[in-house]
T-cell receptor, first 116, second 110 residues
């Protein structure tokens, strides 16, 4: 089954304790992205990657890191989490754009992170 | 600055009562406009992509249309299982980022 898999689904951690949220896709997609979703603010892009070793900042990159060493994986790293990073996080992937066209995202099921 | 505004924030319909959701956008050259459906606690599910004004896409009871300033998601004779939050997003020609609206929460009452 074609899918984007995130782990963990739920995570409670303490301020300052480094954590990694994993994301893996099995569709051979070039394009991957991380979003956070907060009430009243909608989905905001954190980082995205056009292909292996190519990443760029989205709208809210502060406090996050990413890496794209393999095509299928795109982990999100919080080096020193703070309470304002409590949110619902989604990883998404998409096939390569053709010309000016871009195909829709396939989203993961989400990771609900609480930082206390 | 690229921007997406969705209205209404929430909509309650009786089963069978058709209506439309609106997505207004400001973007410096539209590469694509996307509609997604999101159920509580789940990731958004892709519905449609529209690329140019005048384009229309249909899927079951849903029909998406696009003008130069806005998109509409028309829901014909909705059923309770259509209850969800519907999200609109745009991608501009000048960048690689998606910009999402805050969504319309649709409730269809039996």
């Amino acid at each position: 089954e074609a899918q984007v898999t995130q782990n963990p689904r739920y995570l409670i951690t303490v301020t300052g304790k480094k954590l990694t949220v994993t994301c893996s896709q099995n569709m051979n997609h070039e394009y991957m992205s991380w979003y956070r979703q907060d009430p009243g603010l909608g989905l905001r892009q954190i980082y995205y990657s056009m292909n292996v070793e190519v990443t760029d900042k989205g709208d809210v990159p502060e406090g996050y890191k990413v890496s794209r060493k393999e095509k299928r994986n795109f982990p999100l790293i919080l080096e020193s989490p703070s309470p304002n990073q409590t949110s619902l996080y989604f990883c998404a992937s998409s096939s390569k754009r053709t010309g000016v066209r871009h195909y829709g995202y396939t989203f993961g099921s989400g990771t609900r992170l609480t930082v206390v | 600055e690229d921007q997406v505004t969705q209205s209404p924030e929430a909509l309650r319909l009786q089963e069978g009562e058709s209506s439309s959701l609106n997505c207004s956008y400001t973007v410096s050259g539209l590469r694509g406009l996307f509609w997604y459906r999101q159920d509580p606690g789940k990731g958004p599910e892709f519905l449609f992509t529209l690329y140019s004004a005048g384009e229309e896409k249909e899927k079951e009871r849903l029909k998406a249309t696009l003008t130069k300033k806005e998109s509409f998601l028309h829901i014909t004779a909705p059923k309770p299982e259509d209850s969800a939050t519907y999200l609109c997003a745009v991608m501009s020609n000048t960048g690689n980022q998606f910009y999402f609206g805050t969504g319309t929460s649709l409730t269809v009452i039996p």
